[in-house]
């Protein structure tokens, strides 16, 4: 099955400018989720949507960070404006949300973005 | 809160070497605990579920609710096996099975 797809692979930007990345989850997958790795950290959760509604958002700071899933497939993520600190690994993951044993997430490749 | 400590950033054995990768939580419910796996220039991937039971690539996980560990172990370890091993937790019975919280992973290389 064709893997969780991320663009750009790459982003350079400077502080205070926007971006936008995007996610196009496994076919089918209701679940998508949106991480943020941090050089020398683990993944950190900072959205989940369930189709096209946003299920937990409680760790995206809202004041500069933005996602949707407008009709339930890819996703996008847009930081405005951006700072330093979010220079970071920017992870998608999806899973079928079926549950049980077989349940799995899939992540994509991430896009790594670095704020100069 | 949900808390997850890998205390090792890096470890190094030699090929046929036991190895173990040590994670301790924090969670006050009944946990559901993970690996995952990130191989050089390769996405990051489930390696083992604790509720499977599972043996995958040799690797075995056991949660230990007493000690709060959930330690992954290999009897004889091989050089594809370095790589990044992550260690996360999620609640269990949960509807969001994606939620979870990550340690900070440790580098192992297995030299020849």
């Known amino acids: 099955e064709a893997g969780v797809a991320q663009s750009p692979r790459y982003k350079i930007i400077e502080k205070r400018q926007s971006v936008a990345f995007w996610c196009n989850p496994i076919s089918g997958h209701a679940t998508l989720y949106w991480y943020q790795q941090i050089l020398g950290q683990g993944p950190k959760l900072l959205i989940q949507f369930q189709n096209n509604g946003v299920v937990d958002d409680s760790q995206l700071p809202k004041d500069r960070f933005s996602a949707e899933r407008l009709k339930g497939v890819d996703s996008t993520l847009k930081i405005q404006p951006a700072k330093l600190e979010d220079s970071a690994v920017y992870l998608c993951?999806?899973?079928?949300?079926?549950?049980?044993?077989?349940?799995?997430?899939?992540f994509g490749s991430g896009t790594q973005l670095s704020v100069l | 809160a949900q808390r997850v400590t890998q205390p090792e950033k890096l470890l190094s054995v030699f090929k046929g070497a036991p190895v173990e990768l040590k994670c301790n939580y924090s969670y006050s419910g009944s946990p559901e605990l993970f690996w995952y796996v990130q191989y050089s220039r390769q996405r990051l991937q489930l390696l083992l579920r604790h509720i499977s039971r599972e043996s995958i690539k040799g690797f075995t996980a056991d949660l230990n609710k007493g000690e709060t560990s959930f330690h992954l172990k290999k009897p004889f370890a091989q050089e594809e096996d370095s790589a990044m091993y992550y260690c996360a937790l999620n609640r269990a019975g949960g509807t969001s099975y994606g939620k979870l919280t990550f340690g900070q992973g440790t580098i192992l290389t297995v030299h020849p």
């Open positions: 993951a999806s899973s079928s949300h079926r549950g049980g044993a077989n349940e799995k997430l899939f």
